[in-house]
T-cell receptor, first 112, second 114 residues
Framework: DQQVKQNSPSLSVQEGRISILNCDYTNSMFDYFLWYKKYPAEGPTFLISISSIKDKNEDGRFTVFLNKSAKHLSLHIVPSQPGDSAVYFCAATQTSYDKVIFGPGTSLSVIP | DAGVTQSPTHLIKTRGQQVTLRCSPKSGHDTVSWYQQALGQGPQFIFQYYEEEERQRGNFPDRFSGHQFPNYSSELNVNALLLGDSALYLC?????????????FGSGTQLSVL
């Protein structure tokens, strides 16, 4: 039972263009959503988050959009840089419950 | 400021054996969570420890057990290893009993079961 889905295993984008990573979830009880980035041989690192009471959160080049009715969120990276090449995990949780559920990840390649 | 450290980095075991993985949380953190990441999948929550007690548990069998020590470090034990237990095991630390959005992950222990 995969509660957090990332249907694109990989994505390639030219440097300077926008990267859009998508995520869908099934559990309507989730009230907080996060994105983590993972480089090879390293653990995931927190990137950006959004509460279910918001529909957008921005942090520099990274913006997360949340569409609760569609149970969908997306991460936009503008402009994309080669250093952004990594695996991106979408994650979700019920803040009263603490357990963070991760999606399978999308591998982003930013081509110089 | 030391981050989350895990040991060993790599481990090879055979079916039926037992394994212990270790984790030291980020300085100042008191909560440790363990995740299993199989190849091509996202991290799957195993359990979380706070104040030396297991607080949350994911859908893992009792073969997976853990412990947290007074210094907040933690161990993950897996008994009767199966081939399917081969995965990257990640430890994440955070602060406090309540919700904390920022999990700090270690680099993981790569376990291979032959």
């Amino acid at each position: 039972d995969q509660q957090v889905k990332q249907n694109s295993p990989s994505l390639s984008v030219q440097e300077g263009r926008i990267s859009i990573l998508n995520c869908d979830y099934t559990n309507s009880m989730f009230d907080y959503f996060l994105w983590y980035k993972k480089y090879p041989a390293e653990g995931p690192t927190f990137l950006i988050s959004i509460s279910s009471i918001k529909d957008k959160n921005e942090d520099g080049r990274f913006t997360v959009f949340l569409n609760k009715s569609a149970k969908h969120l997306s991460l936009h990276i503008v402009p994309s840089q080669p250093g952004d090449s990594a695996v991106y995990f979408c994650a979700a949780t019920q803040t009263s419950y603490d357990k963070v559920i991760f999606g399978p990840g999308t591998s982003l390649s930013v081509i110089p | 400021d030391a981050g989350v450290t895990q040991s060993p980095t790599h481990l090879i075991k055979t079916r039926g054996q037992q394994v212990t993985l270790r984790c030291s949380p980020k300085s100042g953190h008191d909560t440790v969570s363990w995740y299993q990441q199989a190849l091509g999948q996202g991290p799957q929550f195993i359990f979380q420890y706070y104040e030396e007690e297991e607080r949350q548990r994911g859908n893992f069998p009792d073969r997976f057990s853990g412990h947290q020590f007074p210094n907040y470090s933690s161990e993950l034990n897996v008994n009767a290893l199966l081939l399917g237990d081969s995965a990257l095991y990640l430890c994440a630390s955070s602060l406090g009993q309540g919700w904390n959005e920022k999990l700090f992950f270690g680099s993981g222990t790569q376990l291979s079961v032959l």
